[in-house]
């Protein structure tokens, strides 16, 4: 049974850095984009960051552009989502998915994602 395991989250300061990882069980998404969301208390679900099936394209939300970064391992069957600069408006749970599509591209919709995580919250403790 595929499985998404998140991991990393935990108290930061502003301007602090976290690394989330992501790692999946069960079967391999070396074919699949795989991204990050993250929810805030009473917010909606929304995309964080994306990464191809390749490893050679990005996406960010524009609210944390040039802070974070994504990156996988395909080896590890890993994702991973370093968080530098971090604002008190970073604080959300977190969550990495993977597409259901093989081979396509970045979305940004919840609804293309099969597999999801278990979430790791992220909180400012500024």
């Known amino acids: 049974q595929a499985q998404l395991v998140d991991a990393g989250g935990g108290l930061v300061q502003a301007g602090g850095s976290l690394r989330l990882s992501c790692a999946a069980s069960g079967r391999t998404f070396s074919s699949y984009a795989m991204a990050w969301f993250r929810q805030a208390p009473g917010k909606e679900r929304e995309f964080v960051a994306g990464?191809?099936?390749?490893?050679?394209?990005?996406r960010y939300a524009d609210s944390v552009k040039g802070r974070f970064t994504i990156s996988r391992d395909s080896a590890k069957n890993t994702v991973y989502l370093q968080m530098d600069s971090m604002k008190p408006e970073d604080t959300a749970d977190y969550s990495c998915?993977?597409?259901?599509?093989?081979?396509?591209?970045?979305?940004?919709?919840?609804?293309?994602?099969?597999?999801w995580g278990q979430g790791t919250q992220v909180t400012d403790s500024t």
């Open positions: 998915a993977a597409d259901s599509r093989a081979f396509a591209s970045i979305a940004v919709v919840t609804t293309v994602y099969k597999y």
């Open positions: 990464i191809t099936w390749s490893g050679t394209s990005t």
